[in-house]
C-alpha cells in the first residue's frame, strides 16, 4: 500500500489519473498533451513515461501494447484499499 501513496503524492500523477479516468487506453503522446491541454503541465515524454511507470509499479495504471501503439489504463482497485482502511464512519449526533 505504501507504494500506492508514493504514486499519488505527486501532482503530475495525480493529473495522469484524472486523464485516464475521462478516457481510458491513452498513448503516451496523448497523456502529455492532455497533461498541457487541461492542466498547464508540459513535462518532457520521458518524464511522463517515468510517471506511468511509478503508477504502474502501485497497480494504479495497466499497459496493454496494440501493434505499435502502448495504451495505459487506470486501475483504481488499489484506491479502494485506503477507503477499506479508513471506512468513513457517520459522525455522532
Request: glycine share 4%.
Amino acid at each position: 500500500m505504501a507504494d500506492v501513496y508514493q504514486a499519488i503524492a505527486d501532482g503530475t500523477r495525480r493529473a495522469l489519473l484524472d486523464e485516464l479516468l475521462q478516457r481510458d487506453e491513452q498513448t503516451l503522446f496523448e497523456l502529455c498533451s492532455r497533461l498541457a491541454m487541461h492542466h498547464d503541465l508540459t513535462p518532457s515524454r520521458q518524464a511522463v513515461s517515468q510517471h506511468l511507470d511509478v503508477l504502474a509499479s502501485a497497480g494504479l495504471v495497466r499497459t496493454e501494447r496494440r501493434g505499435r501503439y502502448k495504451l495505459h489504463t487506470i486501475d483504481p482497485s488499489p484506491l479502494a484499499q485506503i477507503a477499506e482502511r479508513w471506512p468513513i464512519r457517520k459522525a455522532d449526533p
